[in-house]
C-alpha cells in the first residue's frame, strides 16, 4: 500500500519523467568551486488550505527562502510526510501536486524524500518537513556580522499578508476587504541583486515574529542600530484594517514571502529598481537605515509622535502559521 501511495502520488508529482533512480537517496552534481548552503524546516500550518497558497506550497517556498537568505541558489528539496490515518488521497495529492507546481516556479527539484503514517489524532492531517540544497557563488558573503553602518535598510513588499490571512482562514472571519497569503519564493529578487553585483550584506525572510523580529535578531546578532521609518514600511489597507480590528501590530506579523536586504547606500537605489522589476518585490521600499556598530537596538520613528524602540513580542500572537 505504501508503494502504491508512493507511486500513484509523490513519484507522480515530483518524477513524471523517471529521471529518478528508485534508491534511498539522491546523488547531486555540485558546481566545481561552490561553497553549499543547507537548510531544513518543518511545516505545521492550520488550515492546511489559505487564500493563495497551501501547507505544500508553504513548504516548498519556505526552504527556497532560507537558501536564498543565505545568498545561495537554490536547487535541491527533500520532502518528509507524516501523515494521520485517514486523511484523504485527494488532500494529500492535491498537496503533492501544489508542491510540484511551487518547486518548478522556484527552479528546484524535489529529489528524494520519505513517508511516515501515524495513528489518527496524532498529527492533525499532515505535516511535512523540508531540507534544502544550494550553492553560493565565489565572492557571495551575506551574514550579520557584515551589517555597516550607513547601509540602507529594505523591505520587498507590504507585510504581515501570511498571517492575516491564515487568521482569516481558521477561523472563518471576513475584514471587509481580500485577505491572501504573500507566500511566495525570493530566490528570484535575491539572484537579480546578487547577478547585478549588489554587494548585499545581510538578508533575512520576515517568517515567524514578522518585520520586527526579524530586524531586532539581525540587530543583536550583527551589533549594530537601525532607524526605521514607520511610515515607509508597505502595509495593504485590507490587512491594516485587519490589524486594528484585532489588536495587532503589522510589525509582528508574520510573512512568507518577504524579507529585508541590507545593502551599501550607493547602491540602495539600484537595489530598489531590481526588485521592483520583481513580481514577488514589485512593492519594494527603503525603511531605514544602519547607524552605528552598537549593543543592537532598533528604532522606530514615526511621522506623529516621539521615537519608539522595538522590542519582541512576549509570545506568539499567531501560532501555526508555517
Known sequence: LMRQLIAEVFTAAFDPDNRGDRHDGAVLPVPA???LALTTDSYVVYPHFFPDGDIG????NGTV??????GARPAWLTAGFILEEGLPFDVLRRVAISMRDAAAAAGVRIVTGDTKVVERGKADGLFINTTGVGWVRDGVDVRPARLTPGDAIIVSGDIARHGIAILAAREGVA???PLVSDC???AAPVAALLDAGIDVHVL???????????LIELAEDGGADFDVESAAIPVSEPVRGACEALGLDPLNVACEGRFVAFVPDADAVRALALLRH????ADAAAIGRVTARAPGQVRLRSPYGPTRRLLLPAGEPLPRIC
Open 33 to 35: 568551486g561552490a561553497r
Open 57 to 60: 506550497a508553504l513548504a516548498v
Open 65 to 70: 527562502n532560507d537558501l536564498a537568505m543565505c
Open 175 to 177: 475584514f471587509g476587504g
Open 184 to 186: 511566495a519564493a525570493l
Open 204 to 214: 533575512r525572510d520576515c517568517t515567524r515574529g514578522g518585520l520586527a523580529a526579524s
Open 278 to 281: 520583481c513580481p514577488v518585490s
